[in-house]
């Protein structure tokens, strides 16, 4: 599917210039940042697709280049294909490709597209790279993060679209797979996600717009150490630790259940502009825990200069489970003790890998000093709660809280 | 009394120099299109619809050939400025949703493009008003 995706799109771009102008567009848009935190710890990253830096100034984060074809084939059939290059954990060229998708519009009501596609789960989802088209720097970690692996997908989707009054309902169906490298807070994570299903509902006003979502995925991840880590609780003897293949089975990252659920509202008088989403995700899976996340941003435009101020947060609604010690403990010689303990530890310290608390606080301005341009500057102050920090990159868990701060400056622009 | 005419003389005289003359929406002088609301030309114009009420197909051209006539007509539209505008098109158009209008620097390609294209719409200044332009809304100043 990659491959013929990409071959598919280089085709595309060969035959261009052969067909009408009016029929092709290119287009694109990028942002040029740098960063600047703190943490000598942490590494930030604003998703997990993306490498973390370290402390520092870094322009890696938020630098990012995307471009983009359309061709109406005919009135009722168009292609889109788009790449997206930034600081990918994946080296694969094709992973570059954000979307490549044929769309047949048979009246202005119905829509119905096929190919690789964004996801439209959250406000932001299909142009989350797009910097010049928000107020902030970049999507708010706290909420965007953690779903990078289900922004976009292999498959189809149908909207239909009407009018309720002055206002346009839409609905939207989606179903496919997707696969993606991420980088997780300590390791690097292959993820596959099937049988993707979501349901987007949208209601804009010409100030307003709300959302409500709701998706469910069965999630397969594979991971080094995950991989070491089951082969031993697998090969300890049953007497010795009665749990420890059960432990294993909860451990194992295969077919997971997981559910996705968002809410979301915009209000644009031209002057104010309020944001604020509110998301729930929950798995089967015992290493990540279930978890509500959300934010709320409120800015004013003075002309071409934009204010803004944000409060952002994500945390875990059950905290992880300790496990118990294997009971034949205090019965084994010195060495095997260790041996058994080492190993607990290693299972209870998987349960807290992906541990979420932090709170972020942000003050930035948007300056549109020129057509087509913007140019940003944003703090974040982030407070992390003990185990908390698994939005970042690390070398452990920390068990204790901690604070950092992302000093922000983004030039943005689309051509 | 005094100072009150004369500030109203003042305001008359300034008028002018703000500017403004009225916009005019047109399309292709031979489409069934007769007139459209304030409301049908915001879903038109802000891509959220690709059809004219009766479903015909629609083609937006961005006038810019003249000077600061876009600025107008958005700010008339719907309020907003080009940046806010050019930056709601950055979220239509790279979400992959609608195509932003084609934008057109000279009047001569406008007119070309508003006579051969049957679905056209664009908006004009009075000077730029002809017979192959059939007018269905007026912005007045």
Redesign the interface.
């Known amino acids: 599917m990659r491959k013929s995706a990409m071959v598919a799109l280089l085709g595309l771009l060969s035959a261009a210039p052969a067909m009408a102008q ?1 029929d092709i ?1 290119f ?1 694109g ?1 990028g942002s040029i940042g740098a960063l600047y935190h703190d943490s000598d710890y942490l590494g930030f990253h604003r998703d997990y697709t993306m490498e973390a830096v370290e402390l520092g100034w870094s322009t890696a984060a938020d630098t990012m280049l ?1 471009l ?1 074809l ?1 061709a ?1 084939l005919t ?1 009722q059939l ?1 292609l ?1 294909g ?1 790449m997206v290059f930034k600081n990918r954990v994946s080296d694969e060229v094709s992973d570059n490709l954000e ?1 490549l ?1 044929l769309r047949y ?1 048979p ?2 009501d119905w829509a119905f597209r096929v190919g690789r596609l ?1 996801l439209d789960l959250y406000m932001l989802s ?2 989350r790279d ?1 910097s ?3 107020s902030w720097v970049r999507p708010v970690p706290e909420f965007y993060n953690l779903i990078s692996s289900i922004s976009r997908y292999n498959g189809a989707d149908v909207s239909y679209r009407t009018r309720l009054g ?1 206002n ?1 309902f839409e609905a939207k169906l989606a179903y496919g797979s997707n696969d993606a490298a991420l980088q997780g807070a300590e390791q690097q994570i292959d993820i596959g996600l099937d049988d993707i299903t979501a349901l987007t509902l949208s209601l ?1 006003a ?1 100030e307003w717009l709300l959302r409500a979502s709701i998706a469910n995925a069965s999630a397969t991840g594979e991971n080094y150490q995950t991989n070491q880590l089951l082969f031993a609780l697998r090969s300890i003897p049953k007497e010795l630790w009665p749990d420890a293949a059960a432990l294993a089975d909860e451990i194992a990252f295969i077919h997971r259940k997981s559910r996705y659920y968002a809410l979301g509202a915009q209000y644009d008088d ?1 002057r104010w502009i309020l944001q604020s989403e509110l998301g729930y995700t929950e798995t089967d899976w015992r290493l990540l825990q279930p978890y509500m996340s959300g934010y709320i941003s409120l800015g004013r ?1 003075f ?2 200069l934009t204010l803004f101020a944000m409060v952002a947060s994500v945390q875990n609604t059950e905290d992880a489970e300790e496990i118990a010690t294997p009971p034949s403990l205090p019965f084994l010689p010195a060495e095997q003790q260790a041996q058994l303990l080492a190993l607990h530890g290693a299972a209870q310290y998987s349960y807290h890998a992906s541990s979420l608390d932090q709170t972020s606080y942000s003050l930035g301005a948007r300056w ?1 000093f020129y ?2 341009m ?1 140019l940003k500057f944003q703090w974040d102050h982030t407070q992390i709660g003990d185990y908390g920090s698994s939005l970042w990159v690390r070398d452990f868990p920390m068990a204790h809280d901690d604070s950092v701060n992302v000093f922000s400056i983004n030039l943005s622009f ?1 051509f | 009394m005094k100072l009150t005419t004369s500030i109203l003389i003042a305001c008359l005289l300034a008028a002018p120099v703000h500017g403004e003359e009225a916009l005019f929406v047109v399309v292709n002088a031979g489409s069934e299109v007769a007139e459209l609301s304030h ?1 049908e030309l ?1 879903d038109i114009f802000m891509g ?4 004219f009420p009766d ?1 015909a ?1 629609v083609t937006v051209f961005d006038n810019d050939s003249v000077q600061g006539l876009r600025e107008r007509f958005y700010r008339q539209l ?7 505008v ?3 098109w ?2 239509l ?5 609608v ?2 209008p ?1 934008e057109l620097g000279s009047a001569a390609q406008l007119q070309e493009k508003m006579r051969t294209t049957r679905s056209a719409i664009t908006f004009v200044s009075e000077g730029q008003l002809n017979d192959s332009l059939k007018v269905v809304h007026r912005f007045d100043p």
């Open positions: 009016q567009r287009s848009f995307g983009q359309n109406d009135d168009d889109v788009q979307w998708f519009r009246n202005s964004g299909e142009y797009v010049y088209a928000y002055d346009i804009t010409n031209g435009r002309d071409n549109d057509d087509n913007a689309t | 409301h915001v959220r619809y690709n059809t479903g197909q719907v309020d907003r400025s080009l940046a806010q050019d930056s709601y950055a979220r158009q790279f979400s992959g949703r195509t932003q084609e």
